[in-house]
T-cell receptor, first 110, second 117 residues
Framework: GQQVMQIPQYQHVQEGEDFTTYCNSS?????IQWYKQRPGGHPVFLIQ?????EVKKQKRLTFQFGEAKKNSSLHITATQTTDVGTYFC??????????FGGGTRVLVKP | NAGVMQNPRHLVRRRGQEARLRCSPM?????VYWYRQLPEEGLKFMVY????????ESGMPKERFSAEFPKEGPSILRIQQVVRGDSAAYFC???????????????FGAGSRLTVL
C-alpha cells in the first residue's frame, strides 16, 4: 500500500534559524497536504499542493511539491517559538484516502 | 459554525470494558474519517464513512473495533473488550467531498483520549 515517509523525525532549531522538513511518497500523488499539530492539540490544515513543481508561501513557510509529484518539502525561515509542534504531510493518490507521514516534531531553543 | 465535535474528550476504561467515541462532523460535511495516534507517533488511518455507509475500513483491526455513521446522529467508533494497547488519542475528521485532485481537505476534531487501566 501507499507509504509516506517524513524526515527528520525530530528537528531542534535555534530561534531565528531556518530549517526544512521533507516528505516522500512511495506512489505518485494527486495532491499533498500539510498539517500542523501543536503539543496536546489536534492537526490543523495548513496548505494543499496540486500541481507538479508547485511552490506556495505562507509568511515564513514555503511549501514545495516535487516535479514527479512524489515528494514535498516545508521550509521555515527565522523560526519562532510559535512554530513549535509537529508538522505532518499527507498524500492522496487519485481516489484514495489521505495517508499521513510520521511527522516532524519541531522544538525551538530560545 | 461549530467545527468537528468529539466526545468524550477523555475516557478511562478498565480492561475488558467497552469504549464508545462520538464524532459530529462540521455542518455541511458528509464524510467522516477516524484516525488513531499513539504518543509521539503519526496519524494512523482507521476508517472512512459516509452516511450509513462504510467506504474504507482498511485500517480497522479485524476484531473488537467497529464504526458507524447513521442517517441521524453522530459517527461512533466502538471498541469492545478494551486492552491496554488501545490507549491512544482517537481523532475524527470530516470533509465536504472526496476523490480526485484538489479535494478532501480534512477538518479535525479535538480528539478523544482513551486510557485503559
Amino acid at each position: 500500500g501507499q507509504q509516506v515517509m517524513q524526515i527528520p523525525q525530530y528537528q531542534h532549531v535555534q530561534e531565528g534559524e531556518d530549517f526544512t522538513t521533507y516528505c516522500n511518497s512511495s506512489t505518485t500523488l494527486s495532491n499533498i497536504q500539510w498539517y500542523k499539530q501543536r503539543p496536546g492539540g489536534h492537526p490543523v490544515f495548513l496548505i494543499q499542493l496540486v500541481k507538479s513543481g508547485e511552490v506556495k508561501k505562507q509568511k515564513r513557510l514555503t511549501f514545495q511539491f516535487g516535479e514527479a509529484k512524489k515528494n514535498s518539502s516545508l521550509h521555515i525561515t527565522a523560526t519562532q517559538t510559535t512554530d513549535v509542534g509537529t508538522y505532518f504531510c499527507a498524500g492522496q493518490a487519485a481516489g484514495n484516502k489521505l495517508t499521513f507521514g510520521g511527522g516532524t516534531r519541531v522544538l525551538v531553543k530560545p | 459554525n461549530a467545527g468537528v465535535m468529539q466526545n468524550p474528550r477523555h475516557l478511562v476504561r478498565r480492561r475488558g470494558q467497552e469504549a464508545r467515541l462520538r464524532c459530529s462532523p462540521m455542518k455541511g460535511h458528509s464524510h467522516v474519517y477516524w484516525y488513531r495516534q499513539l504518543p509521539e507517533e503519526g496519524l494512523k488511518f482507521m476508517v472512512y464513512l459516509q452516511k450509513e455507509n462504510i467506504i474504507d475500513e482498511s485500517g480497522m483491526p479485524k476484531e473488537r473495533f467497529s464504526a458507524e455513521f447513521p442517517k441521524e446522529g453522530p459517527s461512533i467508533l466502538r471498541i469492545q473488550q478494551v486492552v491496554r494497547g488501545d490507549s491512544a488519542a482517537y481523532f475524527c475528521a470530516s470533509s465536504p467531498q472526496t476523490g480526485g485532485s484538489g479535494a478532501n481537505v480534512l477538518t479535525f476534531g479535538a480528539g478523544s483520549r482513551l486510557t485503559v487501566l
